[in-house]
């Protein structure tokens, strides 16, 4: 239930948009799931770029191989 890159967007709309208190967010999901998890997001803004790193905690639910 852990959704990192919509956590990226995210932070990044919030920091462009002036609604974010400092540089981090963190989001919990997917607990009334039985899966939950926890996601950790940074922005820090570079020579007019921003850097966005997203990392967390998950419940592995699914594993497998794909071969193509």
């Known amino acids: 239930a852990a959704t ?3 956590n990226g967007a995210l932070i990044y709309y919030l920091k462009k948009n002036n609604l974010l208190e400092g540089n981090e967010l963190i989001s919990y999901q997917g607990e009334q799931m039985n899966r939950p998890s926890k996601i950790y997001c940074k922005i820090e803004e570079k020579d007019g770029d921003y850097i ?3 990392g967390g905690r998950a419940k592995i ?3 497998g191989i794909l071969s193509l």
């Open 4 to 6: 990192g890159t919509s």
């Open 52 to 54: 966005i790193k997203v």
């Open 61 to 63: 639910v699914m594993s």
